[in-house]
Structure formats: C-alpha cells, structure tokens
C-alpha cells in the first residue's frame, strides 16, 4: 500500500463559503488515514464523495475528466477546484493508476480510438470500447488496464454493471487487491460493492467524513429494509407523498 494520508492545508483556504469549501464535509475535512488496500467513499448525493475523488486524482497526475498519466484529452478539462489545498502522502510515491468517471467513459473511449487504435486495444481486451457494451467495456478496463503496482481511483464503477458484473467486479478487485500492489478508492452507491470485505468506509454525510461499518451506512440500511420488507417500504413511500 502506497498512499497513506490525505490532508488538507487549512491554512491556504481564502474563504470556506464558496465551493468546495461550502460542501459540509469539505469544510470540516482535516486529515484521512488510508488504511486499507480498499476504501470506499460513501454518502448522500451531493455530499462531497467525487470533489474529494477527483482532487486526488489530481495529485496523482491523472488526468481530472478520467484516464492515467498519458491520457491527455479535453473534456471540460477543469483543474480541481480543491487540488491545490490537499496533500497526498506516500510510501512509496507511485505515479501508476487510473482514475475512472463513469460519466465521462464515453470521451475517454473516443480518446482511445485515437490513440490506441494501432495497438489493438490491447491494454482493453483487444476490442475498442465503443464496440462493447457500456457494462462490458467497464470489466474490460478492470481485467486489463488495472495490473501491477498502481492506484485506482473509481467514482461509481456499479453504474454499467448489473448486480451479476458487480460480483466479477469484486472478484477482480479482490485479485487485484490481495496482491499488495493495488490500492483503490472508490466512491459507491452500490451495497454490493461496499460488502467488499475488510474495506475502509467513509461517510461523507452529516457533515463530515468518518469511518462507518458497512452495516451501519444507509445504503446497506436501506437496500437490506426494502428487500425483506418491499410491501411495507412501498406502502410507507406511496403514503408519504399522498400527503
Ligand atoms: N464545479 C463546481 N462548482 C460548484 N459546485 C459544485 C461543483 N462541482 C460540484 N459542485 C457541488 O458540490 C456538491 C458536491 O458534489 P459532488 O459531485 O462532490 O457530490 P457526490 O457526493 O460525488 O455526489 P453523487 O453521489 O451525486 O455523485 C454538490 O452540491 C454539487 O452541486
């Protein structure tokens, strides 16, 4: 495990009304332990998860809109707007990894086929990801893209992976994972993938980010009450916006 610490500089902060500093969590954000191989940013939408993600993906030399190191391509490529006041702290320092938004997958796909299509796709299953479904095209990144050393940022890697996919998924983040060598995290709405086992979890609600046990964050709550109990959730729901 490489990446250790984030931390922010409060120091450097000019105003905490405007964004990102207006996010609850942000505000309150002071330092964050990495102390697992796999940690997984969880909470409301809104509540902070992508800001944080995509500010690390900054540090690291990724590319913000998605990609590695070498995958430069405009796509309202804005700087972090909290990159500039966090520290990351390593041991030791790697520069390999990927950082994965699956809103923008599609414009990292036709970067590809820019700059890939010599190659075959090889670093991607052989195939160009726009021939592949959306959820096909996720896996394939992950079986073939993620390897060796290396820190892997994902914000929502479950929105093109139907509950089937989510299990391979776990089952790659676990090969992966267990080697030693790569380090994610991954911000989720899916409760499937917060089962990962052994996991850091921190939740972004409530106005700050803490640690929680998977059986503790509302997703898992929520998910777990509708499935056992799907006549009474619906009847609660239907009620309330009767009123
Ligand atoms: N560039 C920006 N300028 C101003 N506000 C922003 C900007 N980007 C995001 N926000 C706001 O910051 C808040 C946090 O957004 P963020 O994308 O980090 O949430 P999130 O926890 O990842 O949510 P979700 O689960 O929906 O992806 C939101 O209220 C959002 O509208």
């Excluded at 500089?9 to 964004?19: L, M, W």
């Excluded at 890939?116 to 096909?136: A, I, M, P």
């Excluded at 380090?183 to 972004?204: D, E, K, R, V």
Aim: with cysteine; aromatic share 14%; net charge negative.
């Amino acid at each position: 495990m490489s990446l250790k610490k984030i931390t922010i500089q409060r120091e450097r902060i000019p105003n905490t009304d405007e964004y990102p500093f207006s996010i609850p969590s942000i505000r309150s954000f002071q330092e964050m332990e990495i102390i697992n191989n796999v940690t997984f940013f969880v909470g409301e939408n809104g509540s902070g998860k992508s800001t944080l993600l995509e500010a690390i993906a900054e540090k690291c030399g990724f590319n913000t809109a998605g990609g590695g190191r070498n995958n430069y391509y405009n796509l309202h490529a804005s700087e972090s707007e909290l990159g500039y006041y966090i520290t990351l702290s390593w041991l030791p320092k790697i520069t390999n990894g990927f950082f994965l938004r699956a809103e923008s997958f599609y414009h990292f796909a036709t970067h590809l086929e820019e700059i890939d299509d010599d190659t075959g796709f090889t670093n991607y299953g052989g195939r160009s990801l726009h021939h592949q479904s959306h959820g096909e095209s996720f896996l394939a990144l992950f079986l073939n893209r993620f390897k060796g050393r290396g820190i892997y940022l994902l914000d929502e890697p479950e929105a093109a992976l139907s509950p089937q996919r989510q299990l391979a998924f776990l089952r790659i983040l676990h090969d992966l994972a267990s080697k030693d060598e790569s380090q994610f995290i991954i911000a989720t709405h899916s409760p499937i993938l917060l089962g990962y086992p052994n996991a850091t979890i921190y939740n972004f609600d409530e106005g700050e980010i803490s640690e929680v046990q998977y059986e503790m964050t509302n997703h898992y709550q929520i998910m777990k009450g509708f499935l056992n109990r799907r006549d009474q959730y619906l009847k609660e729901l239907f009620l309330e916006e009767d009123d």
